[in-house]
């Protein structure tokens, strides 16, 4: 009888030991191996690219958080910001920033207000931004420190003693070389008449003081007061920000005479006549070998001894109001004038397409372009469209539309003569600006991207200033405070807010969707 054969129990301490079945042998390129192979290979698939998935979103998050540490790091450290804004309002222009890479010595900017309530003003936050980029651009030389009266009454009170400061002032300072604006003086506005501001001037107006601070010997420059003059705010404004030390000085006064330092005499449209005294004093002055600027306009009337003494120098004035039946501008009065010259120094760089508006302005004539010692040359003329209109005491222009009678144009809105002479074998000149509007140096036209008026402007204050240098600077207006992207900015936020991240939710999809049907 067979009999089972007994199991020997396991050895103490072992547990019993199963042997594994051997795998299943497919033959050598049987549909069974060939299976096994794909089953394989398809593991090894999924572990690569469920790797490789792995890696590229730990690679984009980490370039997402890069990027973002170090433009936070360049903010911080250095101001880097975009500005996408429509009208770059905190971006300074290419001729502030060569000014400042190109600054020798260090100058202090300080702002008499917290940074907090200073950016809680209107335009506020556009200013402090602006203030920032010029310590950036300057590498560091330009110094702004806000300054709070409450708690520094002391440090106030040290510049109250050279300079007039209120709250929110901004002073600059190099050495001891000050200029000071208040905070109404960095607003733009269209004229004095508004009742809120429509951009901001800081730009132009620290700019032009930092330039300042770096000329020796500013140049002198007077304007004449005393017979009610229209625009002589104005042009003294523009002399100031062009870094001439300004006066004002009334020859009417006994004994009152204009100061051999005096570079440069502004006479802007009188609306009364000069007595025969005063012309004395004018003609002491022309014969000086100086600079003058005189400013006619149709608001004045007759003026019967300036005008003689003016012929002798080759031009002549008619009272009649220049108009245009072409007008871009507003109305009738508001004449555009384009370069007549375009050799001359006044001209240079004009476009063709810029032209210069010039508000009512008088007839003026050229008399001649040489005579003797003197050249004259017509800077600016209107259009063969214009006209004008002759005023009498007794008529009032009641319609500006063309009509029989009417003076034909084109008129001169800008005449320069020169006289020079070889004294000593130096060669001595004295220059006369003849302007036909008082109002050609106005916010509103020098600010225009439109115009020429701020290129003639400068190139005027350039013509008369040997000392230093004219800043062209715009000021900024504001038309729109909601953010504006176009162009290329459109191309780099769109690729930042929507494609990218837009690119890791579909890669995303595509990877949790592919493992889920394998």
Same mark, same amino acid.
């Given at each position: 009888?067979?009999?089972?054969? !007994? ?16 795998? %299943? ?11 096994? #192979?794909? @089953?394989?290979?398809? #593991?090894?698939?999924?572990? %690569? ?43 300074? /222009? ?6 400042? %890479? ?16 200073? #950016? ?5 936050? !556009? ?42 002032? &901004? ?17 733009? $506005? ?5 009742? +809120? ?8 107006? =620290? *700019? ?8 020796? @010997? ?11 003059? &229209?625009?002589? +705010? ?18 009417? !006064? ?20 000069? *007595? ?11 014969? +000086? ?12 009337? %007759? ?8 012929? !002798? $120098? ?53 008399? $001649? ?22 005023? +009498? ?26 006289? /020079? ?7 001595? /000149? ?14 509103? =036209? ?36 909601? =953010? ?27 990877? $949790?969707?592919?493992?889920?049907? #394998?």
């Amino acid at each position: 009888m067979n009999k089972t054969p !007994e199991k020997k129990p396991a050895a103490k301490g072992n547990a019993p030991i199963t042997k594994k079945p051997a795998p %299943k042998q497919h033959a050598e390129g049987s549909f069974g191996a060939k299976l096994h #192979r794909f @089953n394989f290979n398809l #593991r090894k698939q999924r572990l %690569k690219y469920g790797t490789l998935a792995t890696v590229m979103s730990l690679l984009i998050v980490t370039a997402i958080i890069l990027v973002n540490v170090l433009v936070g790091f360049a903010t911080d450290k250095y101001g880097l910001k975009f500005d996408m804004t429509s009208e770059k309002r905190f971006e300074l /222009s290419d001729e502030t920033i060569d000014i400042l %890479k190109n600054l020798d010595e260090s100058v202090n900017l300080y702002v008499f207000m917290t940074e907090d309530n200073f #950016r809680a003003q209107t335009y506020g936050n !556009e200013m402090a931004e602006i203030l920032d980029r010029y310590q950036v651009y300057s590498d560091g030389k330009v110094q702004v420190h806000y300054v709070d009266p409450v708690r520094n009454p002391g440090f106030v009170k040290k510049y109250e003693d050279i300079v007039k400061i209120s709250n929110g002032s &901004i002073v600059v300072e190099k050495g001891e070389k000050h200029r000071a604006f208040s905070l109404s003086d960095l607003y733009y $506005w269209y004229d004095s008449s508004q009742s +809120s501001a429509v951009g901001v001037s800081i730009e132009r107006k =620290l *700019t032009a003081a930092i330039v300042y601070m770096n000329i020796e @010997n500013p140049p002198k420059a007077v304007v004449l007061t005393g017979h009610s003059e &229209i625009g002589a +705010s104005t042009i003294a404004n523009q002399l100031y920000e062009a870094n001439y030390t300004v006066s004002t000085l009334s020859l009417l !006064e006994g004994g009152a005479e204009i100061p051999d330092d005096v570079s440069l005499v502004v006479l802007s449209c009188p609306t009364t006549d000069y *007595t025969e005294e005063e012309i004395l004093k004018l003609e002491k002055y022309l014969n +000086s070998y100086r600079s003058f600027i005189y400013v006619t306009g149709a608001d004045a009337p %007759k003026l019967t001894n300036l005008e003689l003494l003016f012929r !002798e $120098w080759g031009v002549e004035f008619e009272d009649a109001l220049v108009c245009d039946a072409d007008y871009r501008y507003s109305d009738y009065t508001n004449v555009y004038a384009w370069t007549s010259s375009t050799d001359a120094p006044l001209t240079a760089g004009f476009a063709a397409s810029k032209y210069v508006v010039a508000p009512r302005s008088k007839v003026m004539r050229q008399l $001649w372009t040489e005579s003797g010692l003197m050249t004259s040359t017509d800077l600016l003329q209107t259009s063969p469209k214009s006209y004008a209109k002759i005023k +009498s005491d007794s008529e009032t222009i009641s319609s500006f539309e063309r009509a029989d009678g009417d003076l034909s144009g084109s008129f001169s809105t800008a005449i320069y003569v020169t006289r /020079s002479q070889i004294i000593n074998n130096e060669t001595k /000149s004295t220059n006369i600006l003849f302007l036909s509007s008082p109002y050609l140096f106005s916010s509103d =036209l020098v600010n225009s991207d439109s115009f020429g008026n701020m290129r003639f402007l400068t190139n005027v204050m350039d013509e008369f200033n040997d000392s230093g240098v004219t800043v062209e600077v715009k000021s900024k207006k504001f038309t729109d405070p909601e =953010l504006e992207v176009i162009g290329s900015q459109l191309t780099v936020v769109l690729i930042l807010l929507c494609v990218i991240p837009a690119a890791i939710i579909i890669f995303g999809i595509v990877v $949790w969707y592919r493992r889920k049907n #394998r």
